[in-house]
């Protein structure tokens, strides 16, 4: 695709045929991998708040995104990809764990010196690799407790480098963070820094406050091509978290333009630059057939923000809502001679997958003495022939509340509406009063899950420092 606006009807044509060609792709097997005698790197590419057509190859009309599209025309797109949360701690409680933000207690946005966070009995992705042999690094935003006892390095991670909360946390001026005042602070650029307040971390040590964050990506970038090039002759797990594009937007100086308009588009050619000089990276130390690199974000759009927010189009609405808009993600998955290049993959899947896939690409597996809700998607990733989504359904969780489901290709959003995600992406035609028995069945569905999980759900961390 190029980078003019993609219709509904075009995007599922082109997604339908690359999933058919895709399936005719000879797979790599896991014993295949393991069999190489190295085990694979991983990186995982994690931005907040971006949109899910806020990228060159979902059909932004404007964005600039060579490296990401380059990613894409590399390796495998996702179109159908999902976080677990419509906010940032639970969405990122998810990815780490494997598992819905509510079976670990952590539905909520954390904020600084909050007594809760990921508890450190639960058992994240760095931990398992670690496990294996890995070196785990953790640069960037981090937003599951900034108290010692639930930082990254307590987590099984050999290494932190950012900023452990959003990047308008804390808030000094209240006028700040307000959406009027965004354009203010895009013009005034340095001197509007000092509205916000926070802190830089290396490991456990506040190294900077208020972080400059007009030097923060760039930062984050020379970081993570250090810890490469230091451990290119042993596996790692590099995890990359931007607090771009999150508001208030701060690029470089040679990202800064002066129209506030073109804020937004700025920031997230910031990331694909970064992205841009990761993929070099792998290449100048010969290391990028052993590394399977994703990219995507922890939510949808922040709408609220106007020009400094995203767009999720051609889905509905954006973040803190369980709209497509707000927890489908544009993903991309890349991994030289193991991912086959060009493909689209239209199943369901989530970031909950990414630990039991990670663990088994690594030769080890999930957790098996606790609930799991992700599922290994290899097969997928592959093109294995015939391959599905390991899930029967999809579960949209806001805060406490399960709001929506999806199975297939229905999808049920409380109270009462039925949409047709085949045929309406945009879930703009409620059809539920056409198909009583679906809308039936899938509550049944929720209100079952939904028993089961609150049932088995593990305590968050907490702190009494």
């Known amino acids: 695709m190029n980078q003019t606006y993609v219709s509904r009807r075009d995007f599922l044509k082109v997604s339908a045929f690359s999933v ?8 790599c097997t896991k014993a295949k991998i393991l069999k190489a005698g190295r085990k694979p790197n991983f990186i995982i590419i994690f931005t907040d708040d971006q949109g899910y057509q806020d990228v060159g190859c979902f059909g932004s009309p404007n964005i600039r995104t060579p490296n990401l599209d380059g990613m894409a025309s590399e390796g495998m797109k996702f179109t159908d990809f999902y ?14 764990t494997g598992c819905y933000p509510l079976r670990v207690s952590l539905p909520n946005v954390l904020r600084p010196q909050s007594k809760t966070g990921l508890n450190p009995n639960e058992i994240t992705i760095a931990e398992i690799l670690k496990k294996q042999g890995y070196a785990t690094a953790c640069v960037g935003k981090w937003h599951l407790g900034d108290r010692r006892e639930f930082l990254p390095i307590r987590q099984g991670f050999d290494s ?23 354009d203010e602070a895009w013009r005034l650029r340095k001197e509007a820094l000092s509205w916000w307040n926070p802190a830089l971390m290396r490991n456990e040590e506040i190294i900077e406050q ?40 701060f690029v470089s100086d040679k990202h800064y333009v002066k129209d506030p308009q073109r804020a937004y588009q700025a920031a997230v050619e910031q990331v694909d630059e970064s992205a841009g000089k990761i993929l070099q990276t792998l290449k100048a130390t010969g290391i990028d057939q052993h590394t399977l690199v994703i990219f995507t974000s922890d939510n949808g759009p922040w709408l609220i923000k106007k020009h400094h927010g995203g767009s999720a189009l051609p889905l509905r609405d954006g973040k803190g809502t369980t709209y497509e808009g ?23 899947t989530s970031t909950i997958d990414i630990l039991p896939t990670f663990a088994g690409l ?35 969780y806001r805060i406490n509340e399960l709001q929506a489901v999806r199975s297939g290709k229905w999808k049920l959003k409380l109270p009462e509406e039925l949409y047709d995600l085949e045929s309406d992406i945009s879930e703009s035609r409620n059809i539920a009063a056409q198909h009583p028995d679906i809308v039936k069945k899938l509550k049944k569905l929720m209100q079952d899950f939904d028993r089961d999980l609150k049932a088995h759900a593990r305590p968050a961390g907490t702190s009494d420092a």
């Not at 970038?221 to 990359?240: G, M």
């Not at 609930?371 to 592959?382: H, Q, S, T």
């Not at 391959?387 to 359904?393: Q, V």
């Open 20 to 27: 058919i060609t895709g399936a005719m792709v000879p797979s």
């Open 83 to 96: 976080v677990a949360a419509p906010v940032c701690s639970p969405s990122r409680a998810a990815l780490m």
């Open 160 to 182: 932190y480098f950012g900023v452990p909360y959003s990047n308008d946390m804390p808030l000094i001026n209240p006028e700040g963070g307000k959406p009027e005042r965004l």
């Open 362 to 396: 690594a030769g080890a597996s999930a957790p098996n003495d606790r609930i799991i809700d992700g599922r290994d998607i290899w097969p997928l990733m592959a093109a294995k022939r015939g391959a599905k989504s390991p899930h029967d359904a999809f579960f949209y």
């Open 326 to 348: 707000g927890m489908r993600e544009p993903c991309i998955m890349r991994w030289p001679g193991h991912i086959p290049a060009g493909q689209v993959c239209r199943e369901v």
């Open 210 to 249: 208020p972080a400059d964050q007009t030097t923060l990506a760039d930062r984050y970038t020379e970081e993570v091509v250090k810890i490469i090039t230091a451990n290119k002759d042993r596996p790692f797990f590099l995890y990359l978290a931007h607090n771009l594009v999150h508001t208030p937007l």
